[in-house]
């Protein structure tokens, strides 16, 4: 069993790393849609009033709120599948629910890049509300982001993924995290050779918080 969890600010890569998870075969739980579906039951746009029925969520029902919401979801995935990838922690609390309920068999993947790089993918991308359109500012997600204790969270991660340079080698940096399963520590560069099919050019190394 491993449970993959993966924590970065908006726009760092989340959604890709989730892409690669299904690519090999690895069912994603995504928090984010417990949010976007409160939301629409609330009666709320998803697109602009996410951030802020995720924050009513943990008022209401505490700050594990979603991670509670989350874990059926994960275990009924686990009775088929060896691995699966939960997209989107937000806060320390919720690392350690998830580290309570799977122990040594929980991995927590921190997924960074700078703001200007996210800034930029989330204007590519075009799925949520822009400023002008009354939806919210990258700097005001990220600060209530890291209001939730994503910051804390981060620093709890075993492994850190810098997502700065090909969306290929990113994505074949996440394979290794994978592959590697839940013992997975130390460093991948471009000289890591998991299989033929494993084959990334980045400079950029995957790094164990702690190594």
Aim: hydrophobic content about 35%.
């Amino acid at each position: 069993m491993h449970v993959i969890g993966t924590v970065g600010l908006p726009g760092s890569g989340k959604g890709e790393a989730a892409t690669v998870a299904r690519e090999e075969g690895i069912p994603v739980v995504t928090m984010g849609d417990v949010v976007r579906q409160e939301t629409a039951d609330r009666g709320l746009d998803p697109a602009k009033d996410h951030g802020t029925v995720a924050q009513t969520l943990r008022e209401e029902n505490g700050p594990a709120a979603i991670a509670e919401r989350s874990l059926p979801m994960i275990e009924d995935r686990l009775e088929d599948h060896d691995t699966v990838l939960v997209d989107g922690l937000r806060s320390d609390v919720e690392v350690e629910r998830f580290e309570e309920r799977f122990g040594d068999w929980f991995t927590l993947l921190s997924i960074e890049a700078p703001f200007e790089v996210r800034r930029e993918r989330i204007d590519a991308r075009g799925r949520d509300a822009s400023e002008a359109d009354g939806g919210e500012g990258l700097a005001v997600r990220d600060e209530r982001e890291l209001g939730f204790g994503m910051g804390e969270a981060m620093d709890q991660a075993d492994v850190i993924l810098e997502n700065t340079d090909t969306l290929e080698a990113f994505h074949d940096r996440v394979r290794t995290v994978i592959r590697e399963g839940p013992d997975f520590e130390g460093e991948v560069d471009s000289e890591t050779d998991l299989d033929s099919d494993s084959t990334g050019d980045s400079e950029t190394q995957v790094q164990g918080r702690n190594s």
